[in-house]
C-alpha cells in the first residue's frame, strides 16, 4: 500500500504522464499494483503473471519518464508500474566470449562486451545495454555463474577467450 501512495503522488507531478492518467489519479481512482521485481518477474495485485505472452508485451511497453517513474504505455493506454530495481533484463548469452550477443527479456537482441560487467559481490551481476544498465537473470545469469572464480577477494569470469574480472556495481548504477 506505501508503494501504490508513493507511486501515485509521484505521478501526479510527472508532465511526462499523460494528462488524463494524472487527472484520473488525482480524481481518487484506484491505483492497482503492477510490479516488475527486481528478477524480471511480473505481479498484479502480488499474484505472479503466469502468462508469458503478456510478459513479453509489458517488458516490450514499459518506459521511464524524465522524472524517473515508470509506467507501462501499450497505445492508447499508460498505466503507471513499480519496478524494484531496472526494466532492463539480459535473458540470454550466445556464448561466453568478449563480445557476444544477448536477447533481453523485451526480445531484443543487443550485442553484449562481457568485459564491462558489475556485481555486487551477492547475487547481481549487471552490465550496460543501448538504452541502459541491465541486470542479468535466467539463462544468463546461469551461463556466467557456472564460469565466476572467486580470486583474492574479487569475481573473475572466465570466457572463452580470456579473464575478466567484474568491478563492483557502483552506488546508483540502475538509476540512469
Known sequence: ??????????????????????????????????????????????????????????HRSVQRTSSGNHVLHIPPYTYP???????????????????????????????????NLYTDGIDIIACSVPDGPARLVNRAYRTLTERLDERDGQFVLRLDDRDVTLAPLPDGFFNA
Open 81 to 115: 508500474i513499480i519496478v524494484e530495481l531496472t526494466h532492463r533484463f539480459v535473458d540470454t548469452i550466445a556464448q561466453p566470449a568478449t563480445t557476444t550477443t544477448a536477447t533481453l527479456l523485451d526480445g531484443a537482441t543487443v550485442t553484449l562486451d562481457l568485459t
Open 1 to 58: 500500500m506505501h508503494d501504490l501512495d508513493q507511486l501515485r503522488h509521484k505521478i501526479l507531478d510527472d508532465q511526462d504522464v499523460p494528462q488524463p492518467v494524472r487527472d484520473f489519479l488525482r480524481n481518487g481512482a484506484d491505483l492497482e499494483e503492477i510490479r516488475l521485481d527486481a528478477r524480471g518477474r511480473w505481479s498484479h495485485q502480488g499474484e505472479p503473471f503466469l502468462n508469458e505472452r503478456l510478459a513479453a508485451l509489458f
